[in-house]
């Protein structure tokens, strides 16, 4: 058990852990200004020699003794303090301690703290912020329980944290790319498009999509027999499997292999060898910033065997970035003969929406008319947001964007 001594405390004193963290949250009833039991049986025990110091920032022994407190008690009830905590490392005073023993899970989760908040102005009061340039004057507000990992990649800052609502959460470059309560209208979507506008897809390449999601749709289909996944990135793969298995399940199945590296130098070896190539990349800014560029459109429409199809995440969505769109559709109607544009609802990414470019190489296929589909009771079975009524429902645009997109 370790022991904290904390002077200048008075017994009969109210401790300021205490009042404050019974004002943030009610249910706290852990007395911390008298001897007693701490989340995971920590004691505290008081010296009464030292006068008690205000002070204006905490030391690192307090910090780093209130965060453990967070990660105890949020383990040993299943619920989140660190809010309260958080705001208490900018008022607490000055406490003292004399010793601090941590365990290595314990410590991993300081470490991941410390090392976000020396990079991050995101997370300052428990809550994740969304900002970027690319959607000025908004931004996706989530509240955090506790950051699980943060590294920078070689390409990419990555996050993930838990989040009280929305499940796990991975972020780039500080951008949401899923949530585990959504992140399947995404998944399914820029899939099932895709896959369901071919009459029979054997082969398939997904481009990006290291957290699994758009695997683990392709492999529902039947009629694969060769699934790759191409991301540049490995940390993604790595973290997924890691912190969101109900994604990276994809990954465990027979037919699907992995190659590290860069999807367009992967493309320039492979001419004709695909049914489908579907394009799960992160915004385009970046390392994948010459995935929406019209090079990259001509390296698929090479790779694709007769009659292939592709999808490819849409440059955002038709509120904010129907200039990128249509830049975007002209150039792959430069390249396909059949490009159309297409959208699914998504609350945690901007705007509560993202679109998809699917294009053919085959001209007089209807991709808005899917050649294959499944039964109801399969739909329901395999799938929670997609099917043959909503394939064909996203391709129908409001007014604005139908005349811009003509």
Same mark, same amino acid.
């Given at each position: 058990?370790?022991? +904290?001594?904390?002077? !200048? ?7 300021? $852990? ?6 943030? @949250?009610?249910e706290?009833? +852990? #007395? ?6 701490l ?6 025990? /008081?010296?009464e ?15 780093? %003794?209130?965060r ?6 949020h ?7 660190? #809010? ?10 000055d406490?003292?301690f004399? =010793?601090?023993?941590t365990t290595?899970?314990?410590?991993? +989760?300081l ?5 976000y908040s ?26 955090? #329980?506790?950051i699980?990992?943060h590294?920078?990649s070689?390409y990419?800052d ?6 009280? @609502?929305?499940?796990? $959460?991975?972020?780039?470059d ?7 309560? @959504?992140e399947?209208?995404y ?12 009459? #029979?897809?054997?082969?398939? %390449? ?6 699994g ?17 191409c991301?540049?990135?490995?940390s993604?793969?790595?973290l ?6 109900? /994604? ?7 037919n699907?292999s ?13 001419k004709?060898?695909?049914d489908?190539i579907?394009? @799960?990349?992160?915004d ?8 929406? =560029?019209?090079? +990259?459109?001509?390296?698929?429409? !090479?790779?694709?065997k007769?009659?292939g199809?592709?999808?490819?995440q849409?440059?955002?969505n038709?509120? %904010?970035h ?5 830049? %975007? ?7 396909f003969? $059949?490009v ?24 007089k ?18 799938c929670r ?6 394939h064909?429902?996203?391709f $129908?645009?409001?007014n ?7």
């Amino acid at each position: 058990m370790a022991v +904290y001594r904390m002077p !200048g405390w008075n017994r009969r004193e109210t401790c300021p $852990v205490q009042e404050q963290c019974q004002e943030a @949250d009610p249910e706290w009833n +852990y #007395n911390v200004g008298e001897l007693g039991q701490l989340p995971g049986s920590v004691e505290l025990r /008081m010296n009464e020699a030292s006068p008690r110091e205000e002070q204006e920032t905490p030391t690192p022994h307090q910090a780093k %003794l209130l965060r453990v407190f967070t990660f105890r008690h949020h383990h040993a009830n299943s619920r989140s303090l660190s #809010n309260p905590f958080l705001a208490l490392l900018e008022r607490f005073p000055d406490s003292g301690f004399s =010793q601090l023993t941590t365990t290595p899970q314990e410590q991993q +989760y300081l470490d991941n703290e410390r090392n976000y908040s020396s990079h991050h102005q995101s997370h300052t009061d428990g809550w994740f912020r969304e900002i970027s340039p690319m959607w000025p004057g908004q931004a996706m507000t989530l509240k955090v #329980n506790q950051i699980l990992h943060h590294e920078k990649s070689k390409y990419q800052d990555v996050l993930i944290f838990e989040s009280s @609502d929305h499940g796990t $959460v991975l972020v780039l470059d500080n951008v949401i790319q899923c949530t585990e309560r @959504d992140e399947f209208a995404y998944q399914e979507m820029i899939t099932h498009l895709a896959m369901n506008s071919h009459p #029979n897809p054997q082969s398939v %390449l997904v481009i990006g999509g290291g957290d699994g999601g758009v695997l683990r749709e392709v492999v529902k289909h039947s009629t694969v027999k060769t699934a790759i996944l191409c991301d540049i990135d490995e940390s993604v793969i790595r973290l997924s499997k890691k912190y969101l298995p109900g /994604m990276s399940i994809g990954f465990q199945h027979p037919n699907v292999s992995v190659h590290i590296g860069d999807g367009f130098q992967f493309l320039k070896e492979r001419k004709e060898e695909f049914d489908v190539i579907i394009t @799960d990349s992160s915004d385009p800014e970046g390392p994948a910033e010459t995935l929406f =560029q019209k090079p +990259y459109f001509e390296l698929l429409y !090479g790779a694709l065997k007769e009659g292939g199809v592709i999808t490819t995440q849409g440059s955002e969505n038709q509120w %904010l970035h129907l200039s990128l769109i249509t830049s %975007l559709k002209k150039s792959c109607k430069e390249v396909f003969p $059949v490009v159309e544009y297409a959208y699914t609802t998504i609350p945690t990414y901007p705007s509560g929406q993202i679109g998809f470019m699917v294009c053919c190489k085959d001209g007089k296929r209807d991709v808005k008319e899917p050649p294959r589909w499944w039964s109801v009771e399969e739909e329901e079975k395999l799938c929670r947001y997609y099917n043959r009524d909503i394939h064909r429902a996203s391709f $129908v645009l409001p007014n604005f964007a139908r005349k811009a997109l003509r």
